[in-house]
């Protein structure tokens, strides 16, 4: 006899659940997940967006839905998006930031943000490929609004780094 209640099994289906702009984590990795509630057939999933006006958001809603639908027992999924509390990225699991730093792209280091050109970047950027502290910010803009571009001067590397939240 299973002891697993529903709300576990929608924790491990949200657990499959990929980030769609780095699919090397999943949004529970990424702690984006502020809640899960399960009362008779329908669950409610409140998530986090990691940034205001993230693209991601309906793909999202969508991969979330679609995941806690194939429960047994579930017969409806309301995905809420909330920005209270607001998500940070100390919200990141180590699990999260061992993914994203295996993925080559290095996870927030909490030292602090300094102020460049109205952005709030690390002080530091540790690079995901030596380890090495040696780096310094290429742009504040990276491919998305969440992450800027660094360089590592030990390992003469490209990477990229979340912003601090």
């Not at 793909?59 to 194939?70: G, K, L, N, Q």
């Not at 090495?132 to 360089?151: I, M, Q, V, W």
Request: aromatic residues 8%; negative net charge; proline residues 10%.
């Amino acid at each position: 006899m299973s002891t697993v209640t529903i709300e576990e099994q929608v924790w491990k289906a949200l657990a499959g659940v990929l980030d769609p702009e780095i699919p090397a984590v999943s949004v529970v990795d990424m702690g984006m997940i502020e809640k899960v509630e399960v009362r008779g057939a329908t669950a409610r999933v409140v998530v986090l967006p990691t940034f205001t006006g993230c693209p991601a958001v309906p793909v999202i809603r969508e991969d979330v839905a679609a995941a806690v639908s194939r429960i047994e027992g579930i017969e409806e999924v309301e995905v809420q998006f909330s920005f209270n509390p607001p998500w940070t990225s100390d919200r990141i699991t180590d699990e999260g930031r061992t993914k994203l730093r295996d993925f080559g792209l290095a996870p927030p280091t909490g030292a602090g943000p300094v102020l460049i050109t109205s952005i709030a970047l690390p002080v530091k950027a540790s690079c995901p490929f030596c380890g090495s502290t040696d780096t310094h910010n290429e742009n504040p803009f990276g491919p998305t609004p969440c992450r800027a571009l660094y360089y590592c001067n030990a390992c003469r590397n490209p990477f990229e780094q979340f912003k601090p939240v």
